[in-house]
T-cell receptor, first 116, second 111 residues
């Protein structure tokens, strides 16, 4: 079974703090993603990566950066946390599109971040 | 651009059948997915359609019509544990092969 592990389930941080959210997957997937999920807004893509050292902006990259130094690990960084970044953050991974049900995306458990 | 619509909320009774609809607009369709998400948990994969027609998987079935940009998820013999949000998603070749998610449909199953 595919496992996507997020390092922290619940975090409370102060405004202005630097925040690291770590994600590790064990399926050798090329593609990795960071989403945030907010009530009424659904899942929104922050950043994604197709390979080590590569990163691409998603729909809402402002205020975030990412790092992918190893294939299995994708980190989301909030350089200076703000209260509007209070949300649930989901890491995910997938194969490049190959067709079939294996085309799906696998999610981690989620990290609930509160910025006070 | 891409756009996916689903009803926001639905309510059904235990033992009944419910159909959750999804309409989408995308330029590079490469598969439609349904995910189940219980409150406070991550989405989990339910079903996949890439060709027109019905895919059945136990109590869950999913239908796709590419010409209409339409899919539905059918849940039979509803159980209380089916109370969850159901997310429709499309993989888009013209969006870097990324997944575009609908807003999700919150289903409440009542006794």
């Amino acid at each position: 079974d595919v496992k996507v592990t997020q390092s922290s389930r619940y975090l409370v941080k102060r405004t202005g703090e630097k925040v690291f959210l770590e994600c590790v997957q064990d399926m050798d997937h090329e593609n990795m993603f960071w989403y945030r999920q907010d009530p009424g807004l659904g899942l929104r893509l922050i950043y994604f990566s197709y390979d080590v050292k590569m990163k691409e902006k998603g729909d809402i990259p402002e205020g975030y950066s990412v790092s992918r130094e190893k294939k299995e690990r994708f980190s989301l960084i909030l350089e200076s946390a703000s209260t509007n970044q209070t949300s649930m953050y989901l890491c995910a991974s997938s194969w490049p599109s190959t067709g079939g049900p294996g085309n799906t995306i696998y999610f981690g458990e989620g990290s609930w971040l509160t910025v006070v | 651009g891409q756009n996916i619509d689903q009803p926001t909320e639905m309510t059904a009774t235990e033992g009944a059948i419910v159909q959750i609809n999804c309409t989408y607009q995308t330029s590079g369709f490469n598969g439609l997915f349904w995910y189940q998400q219980h409150a406070g948990e991550a989405p989990t994969f339910l079903s996949y359609n890439v060709l027109d027609g019905l895919e059945e998987k136990g109590r869950f079935s999913s239908f796709l019509s590419r010409s209409k940009g339409y899919s539905y998820l059918l849940l039979k013999e509803l159980q209380m544990k089916d109370s969850a949000s159901y997310l429709c998603a499309v993989r888009d070749k013209n969006y870097g092969q990324n997944f575009v998610f609908g807003p999700g449909t919150r289903l409440s199953v009542l006794p």
